[in-house]
């Protein structure tokens, strides 16, 4: 389902992102270590009529390998994504069951970010959001061009400050003095 048929009046999307790409590194080179596992079982296994059990064997490994550590993964990278609006902050997640949670922006009060060498060197970080509800607070995890929705996602909270120091006022309401 697309975000935009989500959207309330008045609300448009202002940045969607999904997981940094590096979330698939692993997932490629299982890939392509079935795959060269496969070619040189192939190539060097000797011509004799357990041949062809010994390919279906391996075959039939090589199919269930690929779609739990790869396939899957892909598939739940594919279809995660973090969206930034006017008016909130809205994760899907999931493949066959889509898990999601929207969080107004006048009710985020704090967010935080986490960034190691390798983050810092692929632009990429997790973004911890805190908002003034009972939950527990939303993991953005591996979140690209960090820095760029960073400062994105301050603008958009800055202006739909509701003027209380924990979010408790929607936006309309009048402002604290």
């Not at 010994?54 to 075959?59: E, F, I, R, T």
């Not at 090589?62 to 609006?85: N, Q």
């Not at 979140?143 to 309309?172: K, M, T, Y």
Request: with cysteine.
């Amino acid at each position: 389902m697309s975000i935009d048929k989500t959207l309330g009046n008045g609300e448009f999307v202002v940045l969607t992102t999904r997981t940094h790409p590096k979330a698939l590194f692993k997932p490629f080179l299982l890939f392509l270590l079935v795959v060269a596992a496969f070619v040189a079982a192939l190539v060097w296994f000797p011509e004799n009529d357990a041949k062809q059990w010994v390919l279906v064997a391996v075959g039939a490994v090589a199919i269930v390998t690929l779609v739990t550590w790869v396939l899957v993964p892909y598939l739940r990278w594919r279809h995660s994504s973090y969206t930034f609006t006017n008016k909130r902050l809205i994760t899907r997640e999931g493949i066959i069951t889509r898990v999601g949670r929207d969080i107004p922006l006048f009710r985020i009060n704090d967010f935080t970010y986490e960034r190691d060498l390798l983050d810092r060197l692929l632009g990429c970080g997790t973004i911890v959001v805190s908002d003034a509800t009972e939950k527990a607070g939303v993991m953005l995890y591996d979140v690209p061009r960090i820095a760029e929705v960073q400062r994105e996602l301050s603008n958009l909270i800055f202006q739909a400050d509701d003027g209380s120091d924990d979010g408790e006022f929607p936006p309309g309401e009048p402002r604290r003095r």
